[in-house]
């Protein structure tokens, strides 16, 4: 018996321990992962000019806080009571909660699940049926502690799905990433376009003031007989014009405001408010250098977000993979049992449980060879999903480059057309008052000055909102001291739900 069980015994024995070095080297059948190409040019088709006007800069986005990004102390309160505030980024960081509740869910299937477990029963059995020929009640009662089909990762089945399950965390904390970045471009973008909007509103209500003075003018000069129904006419007609203009930017004003409200989650104060004229210099910084494209693959979260996405289905693959092999679940226990409880614990009632089962996939119906190719479809669809949310970064940043290229020279082209369309409107009212020029060159002159403050107006926000979106598409608006609050902010919650 013994030259028998000793071959045997050296065989098992080095099969075990490479099953237990299997085990402990933690390997998976998932194929190693590239990061795919990169699909976009290595430079950007931007204008020499703009190039070197960015690379002036010295200060990258992801390392410029967007605190000194606005120079508006007004901004900077508005900024922030968005992220205190607002639904759908606290949407993003519960979700970011619960994809980190789930790896942990994943991460526990490594680890027995150790539990104790309590049972008594109790049953007649008929002397018709008794092996003894006697019949009677019988009872039971068992307390054991142990384990309940614990598998063996041995081909690295459940650390796929681990490693899956890591990659949807950090993909999930790029996506609130994301919408931390948006989330401060849209209130910045919005507090602009309302300051643009007040800007609009009172030279649209100064003109009202304007047209009504010039109609009451023409009413009067028509009454004395000094003043055609032509020009009287006209007059009017410019004045429910201009008084069109005002109830529209009255409109606007009003939609800006609840846009912006909405964005920060609640109402805003008056004196949060921008002023007169305030739209200049609302930012602290005139340019942000682009750098390069590959940058874009560390900065951007969306981009990041992405590639955890493609990982995570690679990952799956090995799972899939893994299925094909044989699964060994281990289910023991150690206890005591009694027929009666208030012996449960004498000597002589303790036992012990071990059921080992491996299970191998013979026949499956092409059930786990199709599962195989749906993960390796996935991992396709996720590296061409990776590659758009890199050329849709790369188009961002072109477009937004090729805007920084041309806002100051519209700005400096606006500003001295509205100064010269100032100069021709004085020039015609002078030569109208001296009764050279007729009334119809006044409107005429009016309206284009009009037109003229308007497009000032509206290339003064461009240029500054061109900013705010350049910054936004280079992945700004995150850097370690934002981490830290966020990580603050989600400990503040976790402790507000233990007291509770």
Request: charged letters at 20%.
């Amino acid at each position: 018996m013994n030259r028998l069980s000793s071959p045997l015994s050296h065989c098992v024995r080095p099969l075990g321990l490479s099953l237990l070095a299997v085990a402990l080297a933690g390997c998976t059948l998932a194929p190693t992962y590239q990061r795919p190409a990169s699909p976009v040019a290595a430079q950007w088709p931007i204008a020499p000019a703009a190039a070197g006007r960015a690379n002036a800069a010295s200060t990258a986005a992801v390392d410029l806080p967007w605190q000194d990004l606005f120079a508006d102390p007004k901004l900077r309160r508005i900024v922030q009571l968005a992220l205190d505030n607002n639904r759908d980024l606290r949407v993003a960081a519960l979700n970011v909660e619960k994809a980190r509740a789930q790896y942990s869910i994943q991460r526990a299937e490594l680890i027995p699940q150790v539990g104790v477990n309590a049972d008594g029963s109790a049953g007649r059995t008929p002397a018709s049926v008794s092996s003894t020929g006697v019949g009677g009640v019988g009872h039971a009662y068992y307390l054991d502690v142990g384990i309940s089909a614990y598998e063996l990762d041995l081909f690295g089945r459940l650390r796929s799905l681990k490693a899956e399950a890591l990659q949807s965390y950090l993909a999930t904390e790029e996506t609130r990433r994301a919408a931390h970045i948006s989330l401060i471009s849209q209130v910045a973008s919005n507090y602009l376009s309302l300051a643009a909007d007040l800007d609009l509103q009172k030279l649209a209500h100064e003109t009202l003031r304007s047209r009504q003075e010039a109609y009451d003018l023409q009413t009067d000069l028509a009454d004395a007989g000094n003043a055609s129904q032509l020009e009287l006419r006209q007059a009017e007609s410019e004045l429910e014009n201009a008084r069109a203009e005002a109830l529209t930017t009255d409109n606007q004003v009003a939609a800006n405001r609840n846009a912006l409200e909405l964005l920060v989650g609640a109402p805003l104060a008056a004196d949060l408010l921008p002023g007169s004229g305030a739209l200049v210099g609302m930012l602290g910084v005139r340019e942000i250098p682009a750098g390069l494209p590959s940058d874009l693959l560390h900065n951007r979260p969306d981009i990041l977000a992405a590639e955890h996405t493609l990982v995570g289905a690679n990952a799956d693959i090995g799972a899939a993979r893994a299925a094909f092999f044989p699964s060994i679940s281990l289910t023991g226990g150690l206890g005591r049992a009694s027929d009666q409880l208030s012996s449960l614990f004498d000597h002589g009632g303790r036992y012990w449980t071990f059921a080992p089962q491996i299970s191998l996939p013979i026949f499956s119906g092409g059930r786990l060879k199709a599962q195989l190719e749906v993960s390796k479809v996935e991992r396709d669809i996720a590296v061409a999903q990776y590659e758009q949310a890199i050329q849709t970064a790369f188009r961002e940043v072109a477009d937004a480059l090729a805007q920084r290229g041309v806002v100051d020279k519209q700005l400096a082209a606006q500003r001295k057309r509205a100064e010269a369309a100032q100069a021709a409107y004085d020039l015609v009212q002078a030569r109208y008052d001296e009764g050279v020029a007729s009334y119809l060159e006044v409107l005429d002159a009016q309206r284009t000055l009009y037109t003229a403050q308007q497009a000032h107006i509206q290339a003064e926000l461009s240029q500054q909102t061109s900013l705010v979106t350049l910054y936004k598409t280079l992945g700004g608006g995150w850097n370690g001291r934002t981490q830290a609050l966020a990580e603050l902010g989600g400990a503040t919650r976790d402790m507000s739900r233990q007291t509770q």
